[in-house]
């Protein structure tokens, strides 16, 4: 099917006169702004994201509102852009906009308000969103509402490809994309948070410097007097712009918005890769603009289009139950998504983008449509899914594409698909061995859904309606619907993650996301039995036996099931500590071991490392710290710094305990060369799993003020053992976990 655009205006095309001489500088000057502007707007999301993760307990949420705050400034200074373009001369422009430019240096460098943690689970999303406005509104909005100005200006000029400059917005994205690639590589391990905001003040200056040079260009350049009179005067001829245009627009540019966000939460809630993957589907993301907007022809977005409205048919089955047994794979199955999803939107969008005078427009239309996209992601869907069905909606809205934007809506076209019968031959050929390598990585049940993913595609292209793939899209998304919600489950979505408890064999299970957080089995002797990773034949039934007796007071940070409590003796404290307030009603209402426990126990509502830091020193005898399921790893808790107040805290002679069994990460020589720079002595210990799988394989660390204090563990030496001193040491500045091996 050919995709066509009503109303895309024709651009001149003449070829432009060469940039040479101060033509060349100025053109070189524009270029350099617009890539310092966005590299500047996404070079604050990780850096105020590393601020505030440690009031936040890590939640991969806080990186997701980040970037909803980045696209409402964008929403703001677009606006504002246009507005002064349309109702403001060119001299009160220059009155409002230059002070409005310096303005944002008396509020940075960047820091946080006393009043930065949230109060409760239920609007930790709009508090955290109230802090990034309080932190950093104001500088990003001025650069948003900068950025567009900077290419109207150029509009202005005469200089090559003034008449379509568009291009600069493709430049300015690559500035974006360089800042988010550079910044666990080059910039955070040179810099600590302090640094990074200072420099990141500085190169502010330096850019509205340059946005100061350019508007002088604009100024007294002789080129652009006629142009820019006729525009300020309203001479020249309007392009009118239909409501039904503008509705294209926003549905473009919400639906890439929303993919990229729902791709960002299914990695990092679902699939438990987090921070790690945080970073990549937004820089696709802004890669497809570069694409989309930086090339004047586009003979790839009809095909482009295709192949995901066909894809949407068949993708949401395939990300949620081939994804959890095969996860290599889903996660570039997902950022695969991300790029072509955003560059058939963006590509229809660029195909479709209206002249320079309409530019400020535009782009308060498209970024209107990327903050909805955002909005329904962060704050809709939580509230209204208990799992992350923005993501199944947004590729079910991919398959729409070629209905809302042919010439014909009403009629079905047939699709043009160059190759069909080449690539049909070759998946009939193929079809064998993959159907063999699938059935040996996955078993007989997966098979049948492979080879129906496999096979729905070739069935909708021998139809060739896109109708029918939009009607198979649909119906996939609603049989994703009902799987996920089954009658004998129970489902709790909150900022802080997701859970779901299930039966499985006769034993209760919590987990989050593929990662089981623990079980119980619902009644009779085995209720109060510690099982999984917490095994009295395992590590913490060595770390209770040797140092329960003098630990009158535990603190526990991470709650899961609460099946540390099992261990609580009589006359002893237990304080949990639990950052969410969901995972505290999981715990007691729907598990028994805080309320069968022995000792006295307490809930503390609040982030472990804050509140522990809150604690007077020596409080406690022991201090049990599990949080780090698969990858999602709390890095605050694990710095250098963090270890040495959790040392503070402990009477002479008592225990840190470190849960970190992780089928991703092999946080054990990080941990024992990050307590050795702390000035602390630490032990591994692994427990086996066993046949009936009450027990399973752990890992744990147990850190303490000196070797002596660990000397009934090290009398243990088939099961404690120190590591070699080669581990990575993580601080408060510098703890990515791009230097920590993998597992296995």
Request: aromatic share 10%; proline share 7%; hydrophobic share 50%.
């Amino acid at each position: 099917m050919a995709v066509a655009v009503e109303g895309t205006p024709r651009i001149d095309a003449a070829p432009a006169r060469p940039a040479r001489g101060p033509a060349g500088v100025a053109v070189a000057l524009f270029a350099l702004t617009a890539l310092m502007g966005t590299g500047l707007l996404f070079a604050a999301a990780p850096m105020v994201v590393k601020m505030l993760l440690p009031d936040y307990g890590g939640s991969p949420m806080v990186w997701n509102i980040s970037v909803l705050l980045l696209q409402i400034a964008l929403v703001m200074g677009c606006f504002f852009a246009h507005w002064s373009q349309r109702l403001l001369s060119a001299r009160r422009q220059l009155l409002i906009q230059i002070p409005l430019l310096i303005a944002p240096m008396f509020v940075l460098p960047f820091a946080l308000p006393t009043w930065s943690v949230a109060q409760g689970s239920a609007l930790a999303a709009l508090w955290l969103l109230l802090v990034l406005v309080a932190v950093a509104g104001t500088p990003v909005t001025v650069l948003s509402m900068a950025v567009p100005l900077v290419q109207r200006w150029y509009s202005w000029t005469g200089l090559p490809r003034s008449k379509d400059p568009y291009f600069l917005y493709a430049i300015g994205n690559v500035g974006g994309i360089l800042v988010l690639l550079a910044y666990p590589f080059l910039i955070e391990p040179v810099a600590d948070l302090a640094d990074q905001a200072r420099w990141w003040a500085v190169g502010y200056g330096l850019f509205a410097a340059l946005v100061v040079a350019c508007r002088l260009i604009v100024r007294f350049s002789s080129a652009n007097v006629t142009p820019m009179a006729s525009a300020e005067a309203g001479t020249a001829p309007d392009e009118q712009i239909s409501w039904w245009r503008r509705a294209r627009w926003l549905g473009l540019a919400f639906i890439p918005s929303s993919l990229m966000l729902g791709v960002t939460t299914h990695i990092s809630v679902d699939l438990n890769l987090a921070p790690l993957m945080w970073v990549p589907p937004l820089a696709l993301y802004l890669a497809t603009f570069v694409i989309a907007f930086g090339f004047t022809k586009q003979r790839w977005l009809s095909r482009t289009v295709t192949v995901v409205a066909i894809s949407a048919a068949v993708l949401p089955w395939t990300l949620y139950l081939i994804g959890f047994r095969v996860r290599a794979g889903e996660v570039l199955l997902s950022l695969a998504l991300v790029f072509v999803g955003g560059l058939a939107c963006h590509g229809l969008l660029a195909k479709d983008r209206p002249s320079p005078r309409r530019l400020t427009e535009f782009f308060l239309v498209i970024s209107l449509g990327g903050a909805l996209g955002g909005a329904f992601d962060d704050l809709v869907a939580p509230m209204a899914f208990t799992w992350t069905a923005e993501l199944p909606l947004a590729v079910t809205a991919l398959a729409i594409l070629p209905l809302i934007l042919s010439r014909r809506p009403d009629t079905d076209a047939p699709w043009r698909f160059p190759g069909t019968g080449a690539l049909v031959k070759a998946f009939v050929l193929a079809g064998p061995l993959l159907a063999v390598a699938v059935y040996l990585e996955l078993g007989g049940l997966w098979l049948v859904v492979a080879a129906g993913a496999g096979c729905l595609p070739w069935c909708v292209l021998a139809v060739r309606r896109p109708r029918v793939t939009a009607m198979g899209a649909v119906l996939t998304t609603v049989g994703l619907f009902w799987y996920q919600t089954p009658a004998d489950s129970f489902r709790e979505r909150t900022f802080f993650g997701n859970y779901q408890i299930y039966t499985d064999n006769g034993w209760r299970v919590l987990s989050s996301g593929p990662t089981a957080r623990g079980y119980q089995y619902p009644s009779g002797r085995e209720r109060t039995i510690p099982v999984s990773y917490y095994g009295q034949p395992g590590p913490l039934g060595d770390l209770f036996a040797d140092y329960g007796d003098r630990s009158a007071r535990v603190a526990v940070v991470g709650l899961g099931t609460g099946i540390v409590a099992s261990y609580g003796r009589q006359g002893q404290e237990m304080d949990f500590y639990e950052i969410d307030p969901a995972a505290v009603k999981i715990a007691t209402d729907r598990f028994g071991y805080l309320n069968d426990s022995k000792a006295a126990i307490s809930l503390i509502a609040g982030d472990g490392r804050l509140r522990l830091g809150q604690e007077p020193d020596g409080w406690y005898g022991m201090i049990v710290l599990d949080t780090f399921s698969s990858a999602v790893v709390p890095s605050h808790l694990l710095t250098k710094q963090a270890l040495q107040m959790y040392a503070s805290k402990l009477r002479p002679g008592g225990l840190l305990a470190f849960h970190v069994t992780n089928r991703d990460l092999d946080l054990a020589p990080m941990l024992q060369a990050t307590a050795r720079a702390a000035g602390l002595a630490a032990l591994t210990g692994h427990g086996q799993a066993d046949p009936n799988r009450i027990y399973q394989g752990s890992t744990w660390v147990a850190v303490a003020r000196n070797d002596a204090d660990l000397k009934p563990l090290r009398a243990k030496a088939w099961r404690w053992h120190t590591l070699p001193a080669d581990g990575p040491v993580w601080t408060d500045a510098h703890s990515a976990l791009f230097s920590t091996p993998k597992a296995g």
